[in-house]
């Protein structure tokens, strides 16, 4: 099983999000306080990368080895923002 605090299910495959609109993306890391800064839902830019809201972007080259993404995610049941998509 993957690494996720928030991502739903099992983490898409490369080729499942080059063609998604919309991701929710868990970092790879050890660092928590980083990864909580840097998950949540990202936009797919010409099948490079994916970028949020607040301009971090994660290259599709890298996927699997710095990051992870998920169809949908769920929220800790005092953190019911965590998976907000009021952005989209």
Known sequence: MAYSLYGSGEPLIKIEVEYKN?????PITLDTQ?????RGW?????????QNEFGHRFYLDTYGVKWLAFD????????TEACSRSDL
């Open 22 to 26: 919309t991701v929710w993306v868990e």
């Open 34 to 38: 980083l990864s909580m800064e840097l």
């Open 42 to 50: 990202y936009h797919l830019y010409e099948k490079r990368l994916v």
């Open 72 to 79: 949908d995610c769920f929220g800790a049941e005092d953190n």
